[in-house]
């Protein structure tokens, strides 16, 4: 179908791709002016009834907003079939791997299909230029027309890529940046005009995909973003002022960024740190440190809430125990994962994992407390969020740093919430059992909150606590392991999980080390497997004890059906 015929009944929300070949040589392109006020945006619309993106061939380089119409977001969690009503299958699969570009940094999933019963219907073949519906607008659109043209087949590779990743965007509710409202574009109008006269445009298509600008009560948009892959290229002569962009074929730290804060997937990100993957056990360090990358990049000047628990140490019982596990140096780009020890531990090995969430981050909050060394078996401590919640939050403690000056078996420590927590803070204690008289000790603590009457819709989240049991340990020649089973119909994809440990005993193997390890396999949407190793290397046997450790989980994910 051809792209007039989609105008027609997406007017409002049809945004088009001029040619290639009316692009200026881009080896000379103007770059945009200094304080262009530099505001622009990635925009999304909100959910109205048909739109509609149509972009005229590429023009000359010129900017473009990243903005969201405010009615046209899809529910975070869904899945968007995708149909093609033409093309080789090899060019199919190439569209479906950049658009899957986007799958990655958002709650969203692009599944390709067999049948037109799909929210994207992709022609190629016959398609007249680049075009997308915007967003939930193309649930207006006849079954039997297309939703999007992508009019590549005789295109580059560079320029194919691109064009998918700029049309998925709209498919996803993304306007252009030139229409946002964070940045004012003095045009050429009669130009403007002239220029894409020559792509066969008419006014009505040149004002409403050119000079059209949103307002911001229509987008949701960033600071302007003059890198960003729904920029259109356009040169300073279409301009009263100078003001150029240029052609961008990559998505933009911004983009990236952007929409996944539009389509939040508490799937957050999730990694581990385990020792012995830089040093083995007989080379025991007490300052250990693993350098992360985020995927993708945070904008620059934000960074991440890290939430970090122990998962795993093997001490010597001839010295104290120790060990630390925290995240530092934390920019935009990454962070070190670190496991520390005093210098009095002989640390053969540790593990650690992590959560991670946006800074701005409205729905969970994560944070650390630490008691410093001291005497007493108990500590009190009152913590405080940093903003209040709207609601009574539910909260999870992991361990993430144990000392003991004196060790002693079958010494206890444990760290609970007292009372309920309240919209502001919560009260924390922790205690040691069985210490030997005068010996010091310190514990640390990373808590996550969250409110679960009032997440995003399509996000789903469960935190429980297990309490592992052995009757003789000496009898085992294999882990303690389990099966954990979410509540029936919690996730409807298998969720990003954090496990740590928030109470455990000491007690001493038959080789002089004090060991634990916990780890989780095989997660999906029902549920996961669990082990816990007291034994470590050479199947060494522990002595006999009883409700043996308290292990926190938190499971993070979605419950919109994926056929939705």
């Known amino acids: 179908m051809a792209t007039d015929t989609i105008d027609q009944l997406c007017v409002q929300y049809l945004l088009e791709d001029p040619p290639l070949d009316d692009y200026p040589d881009q080896g000379n392109i103007p770059k945009p002016r200094a304080g262009a006020n530099s505001v622009s945006s990635l925009a999304l619309p909100s959910n109205q009834t048909a739109a509609a993106a149509a972009e005229p061939p590429l023009p000359d380089h010129g900017p473009v907003e990243l903005a969201l119409r405010r009615n046209a977001f899809w529910t975070p969690g869904r899945t968007l079939r995708v149909y093609f009503m033409d093309g080789t299958p090899a060019l199919q699969q190439k569209v479906m791997t950049w658009a899957k570009e986007w799958e990655v940094l958002a709650n969203i999933t692009v599944v390709q299909v067999t049948d037109d019963n799909a929210e994207i219907r992709v022609t190629i073949d016959e398609a007249t230029g680049y075009s997308s519906v915007v967003g939930t607008a193309a649930l207006n659109v006849n079954p039997s027309d297309p939703t999007m043209n992508l009019k590549i087949s005789n295109d580059t590779e ?147 809430q890290i939430a970090m628990a122990l998962t795993s140490f093997e001490c010597s019982d001839q010295f104290s125990v120790s060990v630390k596990s925290i995240p530092g140096s934390l920019t935009e780009t990454g962070m070190s994962a670190n496991i520390q020890a005093w210098t009095n531990t002989v640390l053969y090995r540790a593990s650690a994992n992590w959560l991670e969430f946006p800074g701005d981050d409205m729905y969970f909050q994560t944070g650390t407390y630490s008691t410093g060394e001291f005497s007493d078996l108990q500590k009190i401590a009152q913590l405080t969020y940093s903003r209040p919640f709207r609601a009574n939050p539910v909260v999870v403690l992991f361990l993430n740093e144990i000392y003991n000056q004196i060790v002693s078996d079958d010494s206890i420590l444990d760290c609970t919430l007292v009372g309920t927590s309240g919209t502001a803070g919560c009260t924390v204690c922790l205690s040691l059992v069985n210490v030997p008289i005068g010996s010091t000790w310190s514990a640390g603590i990373s808590w996550l909150a969250y409110d679960p009457t009032h997440l995003p819709v399509g996000v789903a989240v469960y935190s429980s606590q297990l309490y592992t049991t052995a009757e003789n340990i000496e009898q085992l020649t294999t882990p303690v392991a389990g099966h954990v089973t979410f509540p029936a119909g919690t996730f409807t994809k298998p969720p990003t999980l954090m496990l740590g440990f928030s109470g455990y005993y000491f007690f001493f193997n038959l080789d002089g080390r004090i060991r634990l390890s916990i780890e989780y396999t095989n997660v999906t949407k029902d549920g996961f497997d669990f082990s816990v190793d007291l034994q470590g290397p050479g199947g060494v046997k522990n002595r006999s004890l009883n409700n043996l450790l308290d292990l926190p989980y938190i499971a993070i994910g979605t419950n919109v059906p994926v056929t939705v």
Do not use: C
């Not at 301009?239 to 052609?247: A, K, L, V, W």
């Open 158 to 304: 560079v320029n194919r890529r691109r064009h998918t990743l700029h049309e998925f965007g709209h498919a996803l509710g993304a306007v252009h940046e030139h229409e946002s409202p964070g940045l004012v574009i003095h045009w050429n109008v009669q130009k403007v005009y002239d220029h894409y006269s020559l792509q066969g445009w008419s006014r009505d298509k040149v004002n409403r995909n050119v000079l059209h600008q949103y307002t911001p009560l229509d987008v949701k948009y960033t600071p302007f973003d003059a890198d960003s892959v729904m920029l259109y290229s356009f040169s300073s002569d279409l301009t009263t002022d100078g003001f150029s962009t240029h052609y961008n074929t990559e998505l933009s730290a911004t983009d990236k960024h952007f929409i996944g804060l539009m389509y939040p997937w508490y799937r957050r990100s999730t990694g581990g740190f385990d020792t012995l993957e830089i040093h083995s056990r007989d080379q025991p360090s007490q300052n250990n440190t693993q350098l992360v990358s985020f995927t993708p990049q945070y904008p620059e000047g934000t960074v991440p």
